[in-house]
C-alpha cells in the first residue's frame, strides 16, 4: 500500500504541470512524428521479405544488403569529398575576384575623380607672342635749303631712288 501512494505521488507533480498551447502543438507533433517513423518502418521490407520473393537464404539477402550500404557509403562520401573540393575551390577563387573587383572599382573611381578634375581646371592662357621690334633706320642728312651743293663724291653714284645712300633699302 505504500508503494501505491509512492506511485500516486510521483504522478501528481506530472498531472498539475501545465503547459502552453504553441508547447502542447509541440508535443503533439513530436508524437505524431515518432508514430510516423514507425509506421514506415513497419512498412519497409525486411531481409526476410526480399529472400522469400527472390527464393535465396535470407544469410544471402543479408550479404547482398550489406554490399549495397556499402556501394551507398562509398557514393555518399565521393559525393561530400566533391561538395568539400567545390566550396574549397569557390573559397580560393573568392580572395582573387574580390581582389579584382576592388581594383576595377578603384581604377572607375579614379578615371572619373581625373575626368571632373580637367573639366573642372581651365585651360591655360595662350602663351604671349613677342615680336622684336626693329629700331627704325635714320634717315639720310638732308642738304640744307639754300645749299646749291651737289654731294662731293668722286664716285658716280649708285643709289636709286628710294634707297639709302649705304645701298640698304628703306
Not at 40 to 49: A, E, N
Not at 51 to 79: C, F, M, N, S
Amino acid at each position: 500500500m505504500s508503494e501505491l501512494r509512492f506511485e500516486e505521488e510521483e504522478q501528481q507533480p506530472l498531472k498539475s504541470q501545465r503547459m502552453t498551447d504553441e508547447e502542447a502543438k509541440a508535443v503533439i507533433e513530436l508524437w505524431a512524428d515518432k508514430h510516423r517513423e514507425e509506421e514506415r518502418m513497419r512498412t519497409l521490407p525486411s531481409v526476410q521479405d526480399v529472400a522469400a520473393g527472390l527464393d535465396i537464404p535470407t544469410e544471402e539477402a543479408y550479404k547482398l544488403l550489406q554490399q549495397v550500404r556499402a556501394r551507398d557509403t562509398v557514393q555518399r562520401v565521393h559525393h561530400q569529398e566533391l561538395v568539400v573540393n567545390n566550396v574549397e575551390m569557390r573559397r580560393k577563387m573568392t580572395g582573387p575576384v574580390l581582389a579584382v573587383a576592388v581594383a576595377l572599382m578603384i581604377a572607375i573611381l579614379l578615371m572619373s575623380l581625373l575626368t571632373v578634375r580637367h573639366a573642372a581646371i581651365p585651360p591655360p592662357a595662350p602663351a604671349a607672342v613677342t615680336v622684336p621690334i626693329q629700331a627704325p633706320v635714320p634717315s639720310p642728312p638732308t642738304p640744307e635749303a639754300g645749299s646749291t651743293t651737289a654731294p662731293t663724291s668722286a664716285e658716280p653714284s649708285t643709289s636709286s631712288p628710294g634707297s639709302h645712300p649705304t645701298g640698304l633699302p628703306r
